[in-house]
């Protein structure tokens, strides 16, 4: 039998506690190490993991502890410094999305892991999923033969703040596209992956607040590809509630999927997917729970297996790189105001 995967976890905040507890239910997990800057969450990590050991700052704790893997979740512009530093010292490494607030950044990371020789997963865990991950199923089956639109669509209450409001402050969470949207041109691009990579993007975004103009309440993006096929990504944060919606219609049928909670992480969502062939509608049966929550446990879980040698991960940081760069794109988009071409914008 294998020993326990060791994680050494970056971040303790609303998310990062819901990684420390992902890797606390898994059996080939231990969780041996926790950073978090601030006395309040250091002492509630201590009290939670007491036998974790708590740093205040992640370069000591990647300097002092033997681990496996870092699993890092902090604010976003934290990420470059934090994977660079534990790749450095030949771990392997869990880095939630975004992978950073810039391509360059981002790219810094991919190289940074080919160069020391460690894994990356990038925290795209909706791919893990028993409902949007069931959608990859039924298109690679060829149910609804090639796909030719793609929508993915968020209508949700507002962000929350973050620790010291790094969430509302764009010199540190680069974006809102970058948190949530981002999720969905990794989506959007994994189902169109047959027909390789998109060519052209554009978008529209808007924000209610005056004072933070760049950050978009609502955000609608459109890419195609040289086939013809497209997708539509669209989130309004100025609505209330967790609402989320994946449609997809090839040359031979179509499918419809919705996941509602009074929250994101509610554990008692309602969710529904219905395939039609073209001939027979069909409720598909979900197996299991579809949330972050749920989804979360089973990236923790393929971490384990990535690190043992006996997986892929879900989305790599070539993957990371492809989301970003599309978020990204998307806000020069809008900036200029006109159609970009998608181009070298990763392999350039
Ligand atoms: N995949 C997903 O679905 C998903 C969902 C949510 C968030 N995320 C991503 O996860 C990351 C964290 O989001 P969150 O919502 O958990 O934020 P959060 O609630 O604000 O928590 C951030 C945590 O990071 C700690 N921290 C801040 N700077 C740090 C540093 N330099 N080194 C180590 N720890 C540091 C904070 O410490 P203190 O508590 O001491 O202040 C806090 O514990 C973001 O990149 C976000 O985009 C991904």
Redesign the pocket.
Known sequence: MSSPVRFAL????????LHAQSIALNPDARLVAI????????AEAKAAYPDAQIFA??AEMIASVEFDIIDI????H??R??ALAAMEKGRHVLL???MAITLEDSKAIVEAAAKHGVKLAV????RLSSQWGEIKNIISRGSIGEPQYVLVELSRKPY?????G??YDQSR?GSWV???PI?FFDLARWYLEGAGDPVELYAYGNSRDPQRPQLFDNFSAMFKYANGAYAVVSQTLAAFEHHQTVKVSGTKGALWAGWSGALDRTLEPSYFLKVFDGENLEQVQIEKHSG?VFE?REEIARCIQMVRGEAAPAASGRDGLWSAGLCLLAEEAIRQGKPLPVGQLIDG
Do not use: Q
Request: aromatic share 6%.
């Open positions: 970056a971040g303790f905040g609303a998310w990062g506690k950073t978090a800057p601030s006395e309040a969450s250091r700052d992640a979740v902090t604010p976003s934290t990420h410094e934090i939630e999305k975004p925290g795209h865990e909706l929350r703040l973050g620790a010291s790094w969430r969470v970058l948190e949530e999720h972050e979360l």
